[in-house]
């Protein structure tokens, strides 16, 4: 089992940045594939980022497409989430997620086991 914070949320402007990071406890971290999820109120959870155990591949969402970027630090059992860009549409609570993985990513909501319990990130426009 994993457990997942994250952290780096905050209030920014339109065209800002802000980058996340979600700490994973655990010796086993090099064995999940991660992804990055958000929610804004009234509207389901939806897909950002994902990227694969080893860091090798990874998966957007048109939306963010170019803006942001995926990426892990295995020996600090963190993924972290580039934000650049920012639109007021990116306001949401943004969660990681984790799920063992030989390989590969995966973007879908029902194929993460492991949920941190979000941060909140605010455009301002």
């Known amino acids: 089992q994993v457990q997942l914070v994250e952290s780096g949320g905050g209030l920014v402007q339109a065209g800002g940045s802000l980058r996340l990071s979600c700490a994973a406890s655990g010796r086993t971290f090099s064995s999940y594939a991660m992804g990055w999820f958000r929610q804004a109120p009234g509207k389901e959870r939806e897909f950002v980022a994902a990227i694969s155990r080893s860091g090798g591949s990874t998966y957007y969402a048109n939306s963010v497409k170019g803006r942001f970027t995926i990426s892990r630090d295995n020996a600090k059992n963190t993924v972290y989430l580039q934000m650049n860009s920012l639109k007021s549409e990116d306001t949401a609570v943004y969660y990681c997620?984790?799920?063992?993985?030989?390989?590969?990513?995966?973007?879908?909501?029902?194929?993460?086991?492991?949920w941190g319990q979000g941060t909140q990130v605010t455009v301002s426009s």
């Open positions: 997620a984790a799920r063992p993985s030989y390989s590969g990513v995966y973007y879908r909501v029902h194929e993460y086991h492991y």
